[in-house]
Nanobody, 126 residues
Framework: QVQLVESGGGLVQAGGSLRLSCAAS????????MGWFRQAPGKEREFVAT????????YYTDSVKGRFTISRDNAKNTLYLQMNSLKPEDTAVYYC???????????????????WGQGTQVTVSS
């Protein structure tokens, strides 16, 4: 079981930036594919970004490409999401997710992930 704790959310004006962090309590963090998802009120949880085990491959949903950057520090058991040029439509609860993998792939479907954090609220005002 992997425990995930997100932090870094908050209220920001449109055009601003935030950096989310996700601390993982697991001995073999480098064996886990990691992802960020978000859920806005009244909407389903949606994929934002994913990164493979060694950080060499990443994938983003189209709406955040060029604005968000996912990264990881395996020595610190931490996942990051740098969010720039934020828009009001980015407002949501952001969740960190992890799943064990023996391959170099990444995953972007909700059901691929077996461990989830409690979420952190991001609110972007116009």
């Amino acid at each position: 079981q992997v425990q995930l704790v997100e932090s870094g959310g908050g209220l920001v004006q449109a055009g601003g930036s935030l950096r989310l962090s996700c601390a993982a309590s697991v001995r073999t963090f480098s064996s886990y594919v990691m992802g960020w998802f978000r859920q806005a009120p009244g909407k389903e949880r949606e994929f934002v970004a994913t990164i493979n085990r060694n950080g060499g491959n990443t994938y983003y949903t189209d709406s955040v490409k060029g604005r968000f950057t996912i990264s990881r520090d395996n020595a610190k058991n931490t996942l990051y999401l740098q969010m720039n040029s934020l828009k009001p439509e980015d407002t949501a609860v952001y969740y960190c997710a992890a799943t064990y993998s023996s391959s170099g792939n990444y995953y972007y479907r909700t059901y691929d992930y077996t461990n989830w954090g409690q979420g952190t609220q991001v609110t972007v005002s116009s």
